[in-house]
């Protein structure tokens, strides 16, 4: 609590003393006001004079004006104990509100506290604490155990585990050292580092996020707008109904105390705080959310987007794939085993710089030595390998060597293998698939994404067989990359669509298509920064996993908006009409109105403590 | 130019869009957005008159609640 808050509750405690004093005590025929008038002025006068300073602004209609109002004709009505007790009541609920707010505002800028404070950079031999907007790109840095990395660079010296979760979300450390780039806003765990630094603050990771998530507010929801647009014209079109409320019926009955009574009660409700203020926190602590789970959300409208999702396009490589290429499988003609085909494929191509050589040899230990060897650039490879004369490459290679193969049955790459001038069998080289990548589309699908769509380079059977592998539900092949835009507008333009689009890539070559899409995601954008200028929602590490849960995040904050909206009006509603019939008093008015502010907060809040439980997966 | 500055005091979600109505009608502001989670208020003007704009802004912050201002 703030020192003004404690003199507040302090106020508030003496206040509401004084008034049940002024209650329960003793009171001469027609001196009762004399009582209250002093605790009325002790509890409002700061309301009494903030309503008098906006008029003399210009500023009609707000809240401390009708408060006064209400109060001021409470009085006027002779309702002496009502005038304080309504005043005090709105300035306990305004307390508590403003508690609540700060509260929830601290723990959510709490998640957003990797800021470093402080750099250790060696300077003329020694060390020195400086801060990180201080450091040069090139100086050299230390990261004791236990600080948080200041700023990007690579790893000149020293081993140790990072901790990225405040980063990504990712709560297993990532293990680091000497050459590798580390990303500042980390958390060194267990050893010593010396780090280069690459980049300035300015332009480090730590601070992008952080502009990033600042700026976030700056892409308001359509439900915010909505509100902003209903509380413009909510106040007026309440205070004016009071009005009519106190002179009509008055007019015709002349009964003007009971009116005017209950036309001030009208003025108590007019503030439309409840919804100004829950639907932003809800965006907010819906965005505060993903943050926590290593997804930066770059504005509320997008949030909102994504929870209308239904149709998910894919990039390939560095998406749903690694980019890494791996044999998939090993096809050998007896009396050749597999193992042994792979083998002498991979002694054979050990020299070569090739991808596919290497995804050959990636997983072989102990090759043979291999002689005599000749690459043909785009054909392949052949050598001499434990005195065998081994052809490993494509089947323009086979053909130029004379040796008859057959049409492969697996889609994706193929190297052909011959030993002796004999053919021998084929190895499939194939795109590895991302960890997790099938049970990220089984969540998606279990969310109600009933659309998953594939958009790549490939020949059509690598994009449809991998389609096949990880359920998606179509795949369009062979596109250029300026075709990819042109197959997403299709998906827009589809008539049966109801939900939105969203594209999920790399960003590295996508951009447009990133931008074209409802919304764009971009994964892996760890020290991506073109991925991170181009997307609106941004998973830090590339586990594809966290595609449902952005969408669980979105949907749970979207329906708890919708919840304040709807909770507030019908309070609202139902007070102004038994107000209006006279069958509460002031005392429930404010009550009510006070208590949907503090409820739509507290709900509000929720959306901050969304965990992966909630999206309830089969 | 548009550029973005923290705020001081912004107690109250209601006063926060007062505000940013307010500074939409102020002559030469392009747009104006203000966030109540972050208290950052971002302002759109054009380059010649952006720091007359944002004295502007800021004495129209204090107009809705006499602690609030924008620190620049």
């Not at chain 1, 005017?260 to 009660?265: C, E, I, Q, S």
């Not at chain 1, 049409?407 to 084929?426: K, N």
């Not at chain 1, 067989?465 to 990359?481: F, I, N």
């Amino acid at each position: 609590m703030t020192k003004k808050q404690k003199n507040q509750l302090r106020r508030l405690i003496l206040a509401g003393g004084l008034f049940v004093l002024a209650l329960v005590l003793p009171k001469a025929q027609g001196w009762a006001w004399a009582y209250f008038v002093p605790v009325y002025l002790f509890i409002g006068y700061d309301v009494l004079l903030d309503a008098g300073r906006n008029i003399l602004h210009g500023q009609y209609l707000d809240e401390q004006f009708l408060m006064a109002v209400a109060t001021l004709g409470a009085w006027g009505v002779g309702e002496y104990p009502e005038a304080v007790g309504v005043m005090l009541f709105y300035q306990v609920g305004e307390f508590f509100q403003s508690y609540a707010v700060n509260k929830s505002r601290k723990s959510i800028a709490d998640l957003m506290e990797i800021r470093p404070d402080y750099a250790n950079v060696l300077r003329e031999g020694s060390l020195m604490e400086v801060d990180p907007e201080e450091v040069a790109v090139g100086e050299c840095i230390v990261i004791k155990p236990g600080e948080r990395v200041p700023l990007d660079g690579v790893v000149t010296e020293g081993e140790s585990l990072l901790d990225t979760l405040a980063i990504t979300g990712e709560a297993v450390p990532r293990s680091i050292g000497v050459g590798q780039e580390i990303f500042s806003g980390c958390v060194n765990q267990t050893g010593l580092l010396t780090v280069q630094v690459t980049k300035a603050y300015g332009e480090s990771t730590v601070a992008r996020i952080l502009e990033l998530v600042e700026n976030s507010a700056d892409n308001k929801a359509r439900s915010e707008a909505f509100i902003s647009r209903f509380a413009r014209w909510y106040t007026p079109a309440v205070v004016g109904a009071a009005v009519l409320l106190m002179v009509l019926p008055s007019l015709i009955t002349g009964e003007w105390r009971t009116w005017v009574y209950r036309g001030l009660m009208f003025l108590m409700v007019s503030c439309p705080c409840a919804l100004v203020i829950s639907v932003p926190l809800s965006y907010f602590g819906g965005i505060g959310a993903a943050a926590r789970k290593g997804i930066l959300v770059k504005g509320s409208n997008y949030l909102e987007q994504m929870g209308k999702v239904q149709t998910v396009a894919f990039d390939k490589t560095g998406t749903l794939t690694t980019g890494e290429l791996q044999v998939t499988g090993t096809y050998a003609l007896p009396p050749v085993a597999p193992e042994e085909l792979l083998r002498l494929a991979a002694a054979a191509e050990d020299f070569s710089s090739h991808p596919i050589a290497q995804a050959l040899t990636r997983e072989q230990r102990d090759l043979p030595p291999a002689g005599k060897v000749q690459e043909t650039a785009g054909h392949g490879v052949t050598a001499l390998v434990e005195n065998k004369q081994v052809a490993v490459g494509s089947k323009k290679l086979m053909e130029s060597l004379g040796i008859p193969c057959p049409e492969p049955q697996t889609p994706g790459t193929v190297s052909f293998v011959a030993v002796e001038g004999q053919y021998a069998g084929y190895i499939a080289i194939g795109d590895r698939i991302k960890p997790g990548a099938k049970e990220a589309l089984e969540e998606l699908q279990a969310v109600g994404v009933h659309k998953t769509v594939l958009l790549t380079g490939d020949r059509q059977s690598a994009g449809e067989a991998l389609g096949r592998e990880l359920g998606l539900t179509e795949a369009r092949c062979e596109l250029l990359p300026q075709q990819k835009v042109t197959a997403l507008e299709e998906l827009l333009q589809e008539p049966d669509r109801k939900g939105t689009v969203c594209y999920v890539g790399d960003g590295i070559n996508d951009a447009p298509v990133l931008k074209r899409a409802d919304v764009g995601v971009a994964m892996g954008a760890l020290g991506a920064d073109a991925a991170i200028e181009a997307a609106d929602i941004v998973l830090m590490d590339d586990d594809p996993k966290k595609l449902a849960l952005a969408v669980g995040i979105a949907r749970f904050t979207q329906r708890i908006v919708k919840q304040n909206i709807s909770f507030a009006l019908v309070v609202k509603g139902l007070v102004l009409i038994t107000s209006a019939l006279g069958v509460t008093d002031m005392w429930m008015a404010v009550l009510a109105d006070v208590g949907v502010a503090m409820l739509a907060v507290l709900n509000a809040m929720r959306c901050l403590r969304y965990t992966r439980n909630r999206l309830r997966l089969p | 130019m548009k550029k973005t500055f923290k705020m001081q005091d912004l107690d109250c979600a209601n006063c926060a869009s007062k505000m940013e109505n307010n500074i939409k009608k102020l002559p030469g502001v392009i747009d104006c957005s203000i966030s109540f989670m972050t208290q950052r208020i971002t302002i759109e003007a054009p380059d010649d008159i952006f720091e007359e704009v944002v004295a502007k802004a800021s004495r129209e912050c204090g107009k809705v609640d006499k602690e609030c201002c924008i620190l620049y």
